[in-house]
């Protein structure tokens, strides 16, 4: 991520005594990612990251810290929030709130085969029931009403062509979204950003999955959907590729069997997740805040999947 509020080491000697980690030894602005600063931190007591969250307030924050910590205590491979001395998980550095969490082992698999998305599948099938009995509320802020009202504001910068597809895709989406059929999807705490530069692996085993800072209620087959779209395509194209998306999709029907209503609502629940991003990252782009570092994301990317999605149907979800 980006570094967007900058700490020294000097900073957090008397800010860490409240968490039980000794003294900290060493300090790394990590430069990937948009949305929050993040250091890899070296304590007398091992590797964390520290996170500085940019955009949100401390009332959101205990939805994904707790959410993580509920996912961890439960077996799925999260980091796990380091509490300090009053049990709080979220404190504030610098005036902004910030948190601690436990590293994980591995590294980011970028050329995904169907191993990995097995691995992916199952573990988001593992992490959606597990999520089942979250006591916490909090919509996915990225969702149909962000859409509806994010639409307007980039639509000045599009050409015709380009403004014509984000409004009748938004239009069918809000369509959809009133139907019986969506009414019918299950729904919890998603992740709703698992792309392949949030899991880590060790060889072809998952080690983790990190980055909740966009999770919230929504629909599972919408966490499905944003996943495929990044973990089983061919990246010059957005053309779906079959074979990484059947061993996905499988491997979590094995956890947790798809539905009929999900069934039916796959092809469309794919343009959504590339609606999604499309629109997000037309709105980073259009309106960027000032970064140490930063690395914008291409829009048109996602513009491309989104036009592939319509034009050719995924593979049947319980294929
Ligand atoms: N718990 C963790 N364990 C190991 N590495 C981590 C952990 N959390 C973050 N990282 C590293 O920090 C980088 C940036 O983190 P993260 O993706 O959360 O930032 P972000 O700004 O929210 O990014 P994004 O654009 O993906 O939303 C990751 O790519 C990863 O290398
Ligand atoms: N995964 C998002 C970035 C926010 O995490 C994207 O690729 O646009």
Redo the contacts with the bound molecule.
């Keep these: 991520?980006?570094v967007f509020t900058s700490v020294t080491l000097d900073d957090l000697s008397q800010w860490i005594k409240q968490f039980p980690l000794g003294k900290a030894l060493a300090l790394k602005g990590?430069a990937?990612?948009?949305?929050?600063s993040?250091f890899f931190l070296t304590t007398e007591r091992g590797e964390f990251?520290l996170?500085i969250f940019e955009n949100l307030d401390f009332a959101q924050l205990p939805f994904y810290v707790q959410l993580m910590r509920h996912l961890a205590e439960r077996g799925v491979p999260v980091?796990a929030p380091v509490p300090n001395d009053r049990g709080e998980l979220v404190v504030a550095l610098h005036g902004k709130p910030a948190t601690i969490?436990?590293?994980?082992d591995g590294s980011?698999q970028m050329d995904p085969q169907p191993v990995h998305c097995a691995e992916v599948g199952a573990t988001l099938a593992k992490m959606h029931l597990a999520g089942q009995d979250f006591a916490l509320r909090q919509p996915n802020l990225r969702g149909l009403d962000w859409w509806i009202e994010t639409v307007p504001k980039v639509l000045p910068f599009l050409d015709a062509d380009k403004a014509a597809l984000l409004q009748s895709e938004l239009a069918f989406q809000r369509a959809f979204a009133g139907g019986p059929v969506y009414a019918e999807l299950a729904h919890g705490p998603v992740h709703a950003?698992l792309?392949r530069?949030?899991v880590?692996f060790v060889g072809e085993r998952l080690s983790?999955c990190?980055?909740f800072?966009?999770a919230g209620w929504d629909s599972w087959l919408f966490d499905i959907a944003v996943t495929a779209n990044d973990w089983c395509i061919d990246l010059d194209s957005g053309r779906l590729d079959h074979d990484r998306v059947l061993a996905l999709t499988r491997a979590y029907h094995a956890v947790r069997p798809f539905t009929d209503a999900e069934a039916q609502s796959w092809q469309t629940m794919l343009r959504a997740a590339a609606l999604r991003f499309w629109l997000s990252r037309l709105y980073d782009l259009h309106r960027p805040r000032e970064a140490e570092m930063l690395t914008p994301h291409d829009p048109t990317h996602f513009e491309r999947v989104l036009r592939e999605r319509i034009a050719v149907p995924a593979p049947d979800l319980t294929a």
């Design positions: 991520m980006a990590i990937s990612g948009i949305e929050n993040n990251v996170t980091p969490v436990s590293k994980l980011s950003d792309f530069n949030n880590m983790g990190f980055d800072y966009f």
